[in-house]
Structure formats: C-alpha cells, structure tokens
C-alpha cells in the first residue's frame, strides 16, 4: 500500500468507498448535504481509516505529493459534472468533486464542479451532483465561464475596476487586433444564449465581431457604454453550438478594441440565431432613408427576417411591406432574443433615431423577452404606472421609443406581444395581458396609436381550423415544441392582421394599406 499525504487521507478513503458502490449506496452514506457522512458512512470510514495506517514498509513510501497550482487553463474545459472527463459522470465524479470542496474550491476541478453557475464549488454543487446521480434531476444549472480563465490576445488580466465577479476580468487593448475566445462545453447542440457580463467606460460602442468554431459566419454585437467601468451590465446574444467544445471568440471592431469581460453565461433556449452579418445590409438600410415615410420595426424574434436557409421560419416583419402601397419602404430592424431594455441597450434604437425623420413611424412590439427575472440582460417587468415608471420597468424603457420617435417628428404604434399556443388549444386565450395594459397606458398618455395584435391574432385564428393554426408555427411545421416564431404562412397571416389593425387607426399610414 502506498500512503498518501495527511491532507489526501480523506479524499483518498472517499474515492475508495465511492468507486465499489453505486450512486444510491454512496447517496446513503451521507447526510442531506451530501458532503458531510451520516453514522454509517462515519463507520465505513473509519474501518478504512484503520485499514490506511497499517505499518508501511520504506519500499512503501513516498514523497508527499503537492497538488499542480493551475493560473492558467490547461487545454480545453472539462464537461460539467465529469471531472475526469472519462465521458460518463458517475461515483467518480462526485468523490472529485467533494475533494474540491474540501480542498477550498481548488481550480482544478473548478469549472466543471461549479454545476449552479456561481463560480465556486460548494455544498450546493454537491446536492446537484447527488441529485443527477440519483436520479432526482437530469440537467444542472447554467454553467458560467470566467473571463480570467480564457484564451485572448492583446489584452491584459485587470483587477482595478471594481465590480466584476471573479478572481480578475480581461482587458482588451484598444485595437482591432484584439479578442477573446471562450472555449465552451455543452451536453447538447442548439441554440444558446450567450451572456456576456461587461463593462464599458467610454462612451461609444465597443462592438466586436462574434465567430463560433472558426466558421465563415459572424455576427456583430454592439457594447455600448455601461456609464463606468465600475459598472458591469450583461449584454446577450443567440449563437448556434454543437455537442462537446465549441469556441466562442469575439474580435474587436473599432480601435478602441472591445469592453471589459468578465464572465459568459450559456443558457438553452428555443429561440432561433440572429441573421448573420452582411455589410452589403448595412449599407442597404442606411440607403432606404428616403423623401417617402418609412415605417421602421423595433422587434424581436417574432417579426425578425430570416433569409431562406432558415425556411420555413419567418417573421411577421418580413411580409409588411406587401400590404403597403409602393408609397411607404418598410425597414424591418427585429432582432432575435431583444427585449424593450435589451434592444435599447444594444443600441438597437438608436440606430433607427440616427435616421427617422418627419412624417416616418415607428412600430414597436415587445413583450415576450421582458419578463424573465432569470435573464437581467432583458428583464423590463412592467410595474402598472405609465406616468411616473419605475425605473428599469417596461414602461420606463418604453418611454425611449415613444419620446424618442415623437422629439424626431415621427409617430409611435405600439402593439400588445403577437399570439403563442403553446399548450393552448382552442379556444385560444391571448397571453401578455399584463404587456396589453402598459401600452394601452402609454398609448394614452402620449396620445398614440395602439393595436392589441394579441387580441386579434385570437379572434382570428378561432375561427381557423385547428391544425391550419398549428401550421401557422415551427412546432406544427416540424413536429416541435415551438408555437411562439411563424412559418412563412403564419409570419404573411399575422402581417396582415397588423395591416388590417393600422388600417383601422386614424392616421396617414392608413391609406397608404392595400
């Protein structure tokens, strides 16, 4: 036998009671925080602790081994739970991860033991880890990837600015020649929000050019100003991932390089991938600008325009312009995953402000992203008052567009979130009556136009068949789950329930609908 230094003992008796039993036999043995033993785990241990401390021979010893002390990661990320990364997560799995504990949370098995995302390795992570094993739960938490612990270039490790939530944060040099790349493992492929926590200083964009595994698309996503780089805000984007390691990098755009990073929060979603970026596009949308009133879209993924690798999804957006006379250019500017406080934040409106002029309009549908506390990047709760908003709540972000659309002579519209069915069938009920109450508010504060889209999307299809409806939807499309984003046929009959609604409303873009 070979002895193992006095402060292994312990890891070393638990790794061997765990490796000859089960997940449930080794779950028994322990208290209900699954880190501490109860009376029987307490007995077998100290029956192999008796066992441990037989006389050795000199043949039998060794020098006491010293734990590698890690600054910098080592290779790719281990997956989360399996921290020997054998490809299974099992007995083994948790004896490390108790040793981690243990041992004070040592970065060794850091990453991959932090299954709650709140970057350390506690008691909490161990219940997780017991749980999956015991089959109480089969996912953990959204798993956080610290910034100090990536792969960058041009760019230093900081700690000056306070606020961030790791051990340091990256800065990255004022160049366009600098980058972070994330390495990232995920159990599944998908569709990922990706949530970068940052810190920007300046008072201008910081955009960078987002990559994922070297692939020939990017995606540009702006980081405008948090007003200090002692403020750290979480700015989100979707991003499409495989099974297993994916590398995430972020190249700067400007000179001034890119913001602070401080973490990047993975989390699942339904939600499909932004279009990618086409500067062909870009110079397109600043040449619409025209003597003909332009109405422009301020949206999410409901009403984004896909192109045609996407079909059958498309968004409401992308048909408006065949309801309108050849008087009106449509200038559809939805983006996936926005909210009413992360299209403000990422500079989403203001894009449209920098151009919109007399006599233009400013659709504005939001609504289905507000409401997750889980996701502070977009949480806009609304809070009831359109007078005097609390701020941070629907309505205060709200109040952007419609102050913002009015002091440049156009008109606001505003409408309640399109109709889900998801675990709906019919009759169908509109959701988001909470979203309905706070336009119709502002709506008459302000004096603007307002159309409950929700409302008329179920008057209509309650009186389609019921499959016809679901085909209005990618679940009904593809046999998925997904009954909030449109097919084609859905996106072009909700298009034309909005066109039916502004019709109705007493303004000029009324005649100009077919």
């Not at 939600?271 to 040449?287: K, L």
């Amino acid at each position: 036998m070979i002895p193992v230094r006095h402060d292994q003992q312990q890891d070393w008796l638990h790794c061997s009671l765990c490796l000859k039993k089960s997940a449930n036999e080794v779950s028994n043995l322990y208290m209900t925080d699954g880190l501490h033993p109860n009376r029987a785990g307490a007995t077998r241990l100290a029956e192999l602790m008796y066992q441990a401390i037989q006389p050795l021979t000199p043949q039998q010893i060794e020098p006491p081994v010293t734990d590698p002390v890690i600054t910098e990661p080592a290779g790719d990320p281990l997956p989360q739970g399996d921290l020997n990364n054998d490809g299974r997560i099992n007995a083994v799995d948790l004896t490390l991860a108790k040793r981690t504990v243990l041992n004070g949370g040592a970065y060794q098995y850091q990453q991959a033991a932090d299954l709650n995302g709140d970057l350390k390795t506690d008691a909490e992570d161990i219940r997780l880890l017991t749980a999956y094993l015991t089959g109480q739960a089969t996912e953990f938490a959204d798993a956080k990837y610290a910034a100090a612990e990536q792969q960058f270039e041009k760019g230093v490790h900081e700690s000056t600015n306070a606020g961030f939530t790791y051990k340091d944060y990256i800065n990255l040099d004022n160049s366009t020649e600098s980058s972070i790349t994330y390495a990232v493992n995920v159990r599944q492929a998908g569709n990922y929000l990706c949530t970068f926590n940052i810190a920007n200083g300046s008072a201008n964009d910081r955009s960078m050019m987002i990559t994922v595994n070297g692939g020939n698309d990017k995606w540009k996503q702006s980081f405008l100003t948090t007003g200090a780089w002692t403020v750290w805000e979480e700015r989100a984007i979707v991003l499409p991932l495989t099974a297993g390691i994916n590398r995430i990098r972020l190249q700067s755009n400007t000179a001034e390089g890119g913001p602070n990073f401080d973490y990047l929060r993975l989390t699942l979603t339904d939600e499909p991938v932004p279009e990618t970026y086409d500067p062909a596009q870009e110079q397109t949308v600043q040449q619409l600008v025209s003597d003909k009133p332009t109405l422009y879209v301020a949206s999410d993924s409901t009403a984004q325009s896909y192109s045609a690798s996407k079909a059958p999804q498309q968004g409401w957006g992308y048909y408006l312009k065949d309801d309108f006379s050849a008087n009106v250019t449509v200038d559809n500017r939805a983006i996936a995953g926005r909210s009413s406080k992360s299209f403000y934040d990422n500079g989403r409106l203001q894009s449209i402000l920098d151009v919109i002029k007399p006599g233009d309009y400013l659709l504005v549908d939001f609504g289905i992203n507000d409401g997750g506390a889980s996701n502070p990047e977009r949480y806009a709760p609304t809070c009831g008052n359109a007078d005097n908003p609390t701020t941070g709540s629907f309505e205060y972000y709200m109040t952007f567009y419609i102050k913002g659309a009015l002091d440049k002579g156009a008109t606001p519209i505003l409408m309640s979130p399109t109709l889900s069915i998801k675990n709906q069938t019919q009759p169908f009920k509109a959701g988001y009556r909470n979203i309905d109450s706070a336009c119709q508010a502002l709506a008459k504060k302000y004096n603007i136009p307002y159309f409950d889209l929700g409302a008329a999307m179920v008057n209509d299809f309650n009186k389609r068949d019921y499959n016809t409806v679901k085909g209005y939807y990618m679940g009904g499309a593809t046999g998925g789950t997904d009954f909030t984003h449109f097919t084609e046929s859905g996106a072009k009959i909700t298009a034309g329930i909005i066109c039916s609604g502004i019709k109705a409303m007493n303004i000029p873009l009324a005649n100009e609908v077919r």
